[in-house]
C-alpha cells in the first residue's frame, strides 16, 4: 500500500449526530437518512432579522408612537426599565422592544423631559471652519496637515478629512484644487 492510501485511512470524517435517530451523519448533509432536515442557523438569523424594524413598527398590532406612550406609562408606574421590558414584550410579543431602548427612555423621562419626540441624534457639529482652512491653505499652499492641526487645534486626520471634503490635494508639496 502506498503512503497516501495508509494516510486516507487515518482520516476520519466530521459527522454529526441525528437527534431522531442517533445515526451519525456527514456535516455537509443537509438530512438525515431517516428523513430529519438539518437547519441551517445562518438562515433563522437572516429570517429572524427579516422582521420589520423596531424603527418602524413593532408589528401590526402597535406602532413606535404607541410603543412610546406605553414607556411613559410604565415610568409613571415606577417600573424599572426590566419589568417594563417584560410586561411590553408579554403582551405584544417577544422582541417588540429591548430593555435598552426602554432605559433610554426611562433616563429621558427622569431628566424630566416627558415629550415622547424622538430627537435626531446625528453627527456632531464639526469644530473646524472649512472657509478659515482654506483660508489658510490658499495663503500657504505649501503648509503641512500637522501644521494645519496645530494651528487650528484638531487632529491631523479631522484636518485630512476637510481638505478632501473642500477639494484640496496635495500635488508636488503644494495644495491645489482639484480639479477630477
Not at 433563522?44 to 414607556?71: A, M
Request: aromatic fraction near 6%; glycine fraction near 6%; include cysteine.
Amino acid at each position: 500500500m502506498s503512503m497516501s492510501a495508509t494516510r486516507a485511512k487515518k482520516v476520519k470524517m466530521a459527522t454529526k449526530s441525528c437527534p431522531e435517530c442517533d445515526q451519525q451523519v456527514p456535516v455537509a448533509c443537509k438530512s438525515c437518512p431517516c428523513g430529519y432536515v438539518f437547519i441551517n442557523r445562518k438562515l433563522l438569523k437572516v429570517k429572524h432579522s427579516e422582521k420589520s424594524s423596531p424603527f418602524t413598527e413593532v408589528n401590526s398590532t402597535i406602532s413606535l408612537k404607541d410603543l412610546r406612550i406605553l414607556f411613559l406609562y410604565e415610568f409613571k408606574l415606577g417600573h424599572s426599565a426590566a419589568t417594563a421590558s417584560r410586561n411590553i414584550n408579554s403582551v405584544f410579543g417577544k422582541g417588540s422592544v429591548s430593555e435598552r431602548t426602554i432605559r433610554w427612555w426611562f433616563e429621558k423621562f427622569r431628566s424630566g423631559d416627558l415629550s415622547l419626540k424622538n430627537e435626531p441624534r446625528g453627527r456632531p457639529k464639526s469644530v473646524l471652519n472649512e472657509d478659515q482652512l482654506r483660508a489658510m491653505v490658499e495663503a500657504n499652499p505649501k503648509t503641512a496637515i500637522r501644521g494645519l492641526a496645530a494651528d487650528l487645534g484638531v487632529s491631523a486626520t479631522t484636518i485630512s478629512r476637510h481638505l478632501a471634503a473642500i477639494g484640496k490635494v496635495k500635488k508636488l508639496d503644494k495644495w491645489v484644487g482639484n480639479t477630477n
